[in-house]
């Protein structure tokens, strides 16, 4: 089973997923950061391929990956780095990135490699759906990934079903119309937007603007948890990292 | 062979709309209008009564008469630099504020390289009452101060960028970074490049270059169709203008010109068809400068309008046909042709066009030849760069 479903049928509540970019703060601390998230009770990871120009992230994340590409990482690298993942890591692996960098690796190669190293799953915010099953569809599902599908406040309700239906693992909801890195602002139409989750049977978390505590205990009164970039991102910046997660859980 | 967009909003293999979901309400709602709203009746008369009292169009057809017997052949000149603002851009952003109006857009967001698209932008919102932001390389802001003064006291806000390489691409990012952010705002784009059907729409509207052309070149050569059309090409937009209704006349030779900078060798170069590969920027599907891992690499070219490292998907589309010859003209090329244009015609073209006019020196022509070089812009903006090289 993939252990993202795995994760979804053992754990209904509370679900923390981290992302924070591959090869940052420094090139060779993708896998240390990947077994600290474990040991201190993160869920699941997003890792993120980063990309010189990520148009759906805010400053922080831009910055973060400038830094992890000025280190020298590579796609290459990264797979070399989490070759060995799975001895230590136990706990689902994301990959995240933009479409560029995957299509220029070779959109095979790159499913096979992640498939080797033990990836779950695959979150590419510009590969429209539609892309994805016209032509890449039975890639990922012979090599056992998933693709997880984003929703966002301005998605109407036929194309929220339609992608809650297409996303495996989960559905990632975007709390608001905004980059990467903004603050939470709740509102009565965001609620109505959180609660079409009823509506739907796919597991979801919410994620872009989830930055302590408060927050995430926000978003998970709505979905089966949330995920933390940014904020995580500020915290490994100034070496915080264990702190932080401990006072999100 | 089909040159222009399919049902699906691609050029052949390129193009598409890859962009996330946060703008796809907007993207679709695009894609399911544009067509109707650029071919009512409505839209087509108030487009046309703009471009002819508040642009100035059409815009003359120079026969160039001095450089005609400097190269031996008949060249005339379609005289972009004539418009109001200085430059083709504004007869795209005529025409996307009537399509902003049309949905009720109270906002507009664009990006600018050189300063062109944007000063144009503020025309159009100032025209209309609109509120306008500009996002503008950093380093554009510098290098561009007369046009960053123009658009702000045109109204609009001018917002630097300062990431990446502070250019024009860093200044789309933000761009659309903004759109995502305020959704309710219309982006009108500047070039024939980002998701579906921006390209659609921005080569429509340029169209009115090669449509002035066939009945200018009529009343001059008694054919609507030269031998020659030659523009330079940034992101590409007064080239697709200036090529859509020559793309079916086989007989019509079109040529690209792309900024090669410092050499298309140098690795300072802007130059992507030559040196491109497909990948996708900018929500679209085409030939950019990137690394073997798939980083966009930054580009250069003396020309901040033509320093982009993507290109519109038309244009690998024609390039990979074999339709258009793509070629390329360097910096120290370009500067040359502005100045041999300015001695010989009195006419002080922009660095962009200086390009297209760097062609006439890397081609044979017979002496029968009509040949029309686009000069989509006047130098005005860049009279510091001649006076520091010239």
């Known amino acids: 089973m993939n252990r993202i479903d795995n994760l979804f049928q053992n754990k209904k509540q509370d679900i923390l997923s981290i992302y924070f970019p591959a090869g940052y703060p420094n090139l060779n601390d993708t896998v240390s950061n990947l077994e600290l998230l474990q040991k201190n009770g993160v869920d699941m990871v997003e890792i993120g391929i980063p990309f010189s120009d990520p148009l759906a992230d805010g400053s922080a994340i831009q910055a973060a990956s400038k830094q992890a590409l000025d280190n020298g990482m590579t796609l290459s690298l990264l797979f070399e780095q989490l070759s060995s993942v799975r001895k230590t890591v136990s706990i689902p692996l994301l990959l995240m990135g933009y479409w560029n960098t995957i299509y220029r690796y070779g959109v095979d190669l790159f499913l096979q490699d992640c498939q080797k190293v033990g990836i779950d799953g695959l979150i590419i915010p510009d590969l429209p759906l539609e892309e994805f099953e016209e032509h890449y569809k039975s890639d990922f599902h012979k090599y056992g990934i998933y693709n997880v599908l984003l929703a966002c406040p301005e998605t109407d309700e036929a194309r929220f079903k339609n992608l809650a239906n297409a996303s495996q693992g989960f559905l990632y909801l975007v709390s608001s119309s905004a980059t990467t890195g903004g603050s939470l602002k709740t509102s009565e139409k965001q609620k109505d937007y959180f609660n079409r989750i009823k509506m739907i049977e796919t597991p979801s978390l919410i994620g872009f603007g989830i930055a302590n505590r408060n927050n995430f205990e926000y978003a998970c009164q709505f979905a089966n948890g949330a995920i933390v970039g940014t904020a995580f991102i500020k915290a490994l910046e100034k070496n915080q990292a264990q702190e932080f997660i401990k006072d999100l859980i | ?390």
């Open chain 2, 1 to 390: 062979m089909n040159y222009q967009i399919d049902n699906k909003g691609f050029y052949g293999k390129f193009g598409g709309a890859y962009i996330p979901e946060l703008l796809r309400k907007n993207v679709d709602e695009l894609q399911a209008v544009y067509l109707d709203i650029l071919e009512s009746e409505d839209f087509k008369n108030e487009y046309a009564r703009l471009l002819d009292n508040y642009v100035g169009r059409p815009t003359p057809l120079t026969f160039a008469k001095n450089l005609s017997s400097k190269y031996q052949t008949q060249i005339y000149l379609k005289r972009e630099d004539l418009n109001h603002t200085g430059a083709h851009k504004i007869n795209n952003t005529i025409g996307q504020i009537l399509l902003a109006k049309h949905l009720g857009k109270k906002r507009i967001i664009a990006e600018t390289g050189a300063g062109q698209h944007g000063v144009a932008t503020a025309t159009v919102c100032a025209l209309f009452g609109l509120e306008c932001v500009v996002h503008m390389g950093a380093l554009d802001v510098k290098r561009q101060a007369p046009n960053v003064a123009r658009m702000k006291m045109l109204g609009a806000t001018v917002i630097p960028a300062t990431s990446g390489n502070q250019t024009l691409k860093d200044a789309t990012n933000e761009a659309i970074r903004d759109w995502i952010a305020n959704p309710h705002s219309f982006y009108l784009i500047g070039s024939v490049v980002g998701p579906h059907p921006y390209p659609d729409i921005v080569s429509r509207l340029q169209s009115i270059i090669s449509e002035e052309i066939r009945v200018q070149l009529e009343k001059e050569q008694n054919t609507p169709n030269p031998d020659y059309v030659i523009a330079c090409v940034g992101g590409g937009s007064n080239a697709a203008g200036a090529f859509y209704h020559f793309l079916d006349e086989k007989a019509v030779k079109l040529v690209a010109v792309e900024a090669a900078g410092k050499g298309i060798d140098s690795s300072e170069t802007a130059a992507t068809i030559t040196i491109g590969t497909t990948g996708f920027i900018h929500g679209s599907k085409t030939l950019l400068m990137q690394d073997d891992d798939g980083q966009i690499i930054e580009p250069y070219s003396i020309s901040a309008g033509l320093d982009y490292p993507g290109v519109g998907p038309i244009h690998a589309h024609l390039a990979e046909t074999g339709r258009v010859n793509y070629i390329s003209a360097t910096d120290d090329e370009a500067l040359n042709a502005a100045k041999t244009l300015a001695l010989n015609e009195g006419i002080i073209p922009a660095l962009e066009s200086a390009h297209a006019l760097a062609a006439l020196d890397k081609m044979q022509f017979k002496k029968n030849d009509v040949v029309v070089v686009i000069v989509s812009g006047r130098g005005d903006k860049d009279m510091e760069t001649y006076i520091t090289h010239l």
